[in-house]
């Protein structure tokens, strides 16, 4: 319970506020300098007095000192009225939050340390896309679900003993309970909700109550590291899809690629364009976006000027340069643009926040993003025919360009989805009529395999260390392709590693991202080990995206290439989940949602804190193992190919000492003469 009230807000806290409407550019002036995007007013909104209203405000008082509650009370009141949450703003620490080196960091133990500074990078004026409101990314992913959650959390971590565990429920600390060294030292948990009741308006409601977080994946799993997470995920898919389009390219170049969203995730696409060599177009509607990634250095042009952006991505293909622009406006004008004047892209994606797609996610074309705000308090019928209409409109031009040649691949922000519901003829069966990145790309090059995207971050904050790292996940890698010899993988993230440095990628902590499978991930973490026993380097928290082989059963996105019927079922996030427990990672984590929203996945991930000790040795002598090869496991038994050859390979490697269940192979002759050849459904 928090017993001392900070000083309360300056009243231009809330004037500034006012009237800048959804994702405001301006920021609370006496807060911060700098130019800060705030979250949208959250649906649903309580009517004033109703039974609901008191409840929310009852629960986020429980975390108060009842000797404050008729100060807080009013205040509380007022944020859950104007931002349609409770953030207990006045209990956000003043100035800066962010990943310090550990060493500045106070705690009993090092992991509780560890992961205090995992949380401040996640809200990071520097990282996170509405830090006030403690959200990391993707439009809702929070840390916690507000300030006063933070305050205890961060209590909680500073006295944690090894002989203790966090528990915490939506951002909730449930409490600190005795256990062992070897168990993890937080368990987190975000939205997991009784499957009937599993739908985002629901959500919604206990949101506004305080009793759910969207922890989006790395946001409530405190492992963000920035645009870079995705900006290698997304190389690789760029570089997935070059190849299908253009049989024998190597990289993007002389490819066109044109997409949306310069946003927290989707602001990796013009830094990993780039990266495969291509040239292309994002398409933002939010100027201050396109300003931060152009100042980050993510992007190499931007202009709001549709024929300039056009000109240029034609010249940079035809001179085989990579060429990032940003043109500010609708992704569905640029399309239909591009219909007009018959530039056809090589590839095509969208990142708008589709998962939320009426609720600010996606704004329709034709509206900025104030008036889209002011008809979304209008007339919520009104709204979502807008939406809806505009959907149709981007589904058209997609149709058309498509049929000219263009390819569309759905990137994982349940875009398809989006468009079926309104009421575009996008559905064939089961399946949609464009490939997702994952059906086409990701699960059959690297999720089926094992790789994924492992991480890690330097808790010295030294750049020096995150230098040393690189180098030996870089010769660990090589050595790996000497042993078995050089998969394509191996090679472009062998490539990307060996980049990385020079493209420039950290944000916030000296963090790291590097695809790699079971074995490379094993060996690259006892490495690590190793160094930091030797004294080389400082401590490294360990830990992956949740969109990787074994974290995130979601139909939708991670588990679209399932096509056993099993991928309706969430068995494998939960095995993850509990395996890593099991095995003793530092920190395990379990959540609803994800990229694809409330009720479309379940995702789970892990921080492993290696301290240079025996005992992180001990650990890592199954639990890496143990977190790819149980995906592995799970899609070598729906019978895709590249996952049982896999599990072929680690059973005959680990006779006596595992052995994974192999699927047998039915004749489909035999099949075909009991129910005829088969038919589409
Ligand atoms: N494929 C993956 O691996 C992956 C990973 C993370 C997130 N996602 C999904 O991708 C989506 C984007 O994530 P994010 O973190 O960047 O979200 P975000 O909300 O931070 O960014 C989305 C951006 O799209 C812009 N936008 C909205 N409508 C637009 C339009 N019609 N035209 C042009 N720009 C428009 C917004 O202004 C915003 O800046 C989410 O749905 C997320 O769940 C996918």
Known sequence: MITALPPPLPESFWTDRAGTGWHSDRTPATWSHRRILRAAQRMPTFAPGSADERLALQNALRTIDPRHHAEIAPEFLREL????????????PAGRIWGRSIAEVSGATLAGRALRVMIDNNLDFEVALYPYELVTYGETGQVCQNWMQYQLICAALETLTEDQTLV???????????????????????????????????FQRLAALGCVNYGQMTAGGWMYIGSQGIVHGTYITLLGAARRRQAGATDMRGLTFVSSGLGGMSG?????????????????????QVARRQQLGWVDRSTTDKAEAVRWMLEARDARQPLSVAWQGNIVELLEYLTEVGVTPDLISDQTSCHEVYTGGYIPAGLDVEAAEAQARADATVWRATVDASLRRHHAALVHLTTRGAWFFDYGNKFLDALATAGADVRRGDAFVWPSYVEDIMGPECFDLGYGPFRWVCLSGEHADLAATDAAAAAEIEALMAERGARQQDQDNLAWIQGAEAAGLVMGTQARILYADAEGRSRIARRFNALIRQGKVGPIMLGRDHHDTSGTDSPLRETANIRDGSNLTADMAHHSWAGNVARGMTLAVLSNGGGVGTGNAVNGGFGLLLDGSTHVDHVLETALEWDVMCGVARRAWARNPGAQATVAR???????????????????TLLDGLLGSPTAD
Do not use: C
């Open 81 to 92: 009225r104007t931002m349609g949450r409770i953030y207990g703003y006045r209990f956000r």
């Open 168 to 202: 915490v429920s939506s951002g909730h600390p449930l409490g600190v309970f005795p256990s062992r060294p070897e168990a993890p030292r937080a368990i987190v948990t975000n939205g997991l909700m009784v499957g009937r009741f599993d739908t985002p308006e629901t």
């Open 268 to 288: 990796a696409q013009p830094k990993a364009l780039a990266l495969a060599g291509g040239a292309g177009i994002i398409a933002e509607v939010r100027g201050a």
């Open 650 to 668: 680690w059973n005959a490697e680990n006779r006596g000492r595992g052995h994974i269940t192999e699927a047998a192979v039915v004749d489909p």
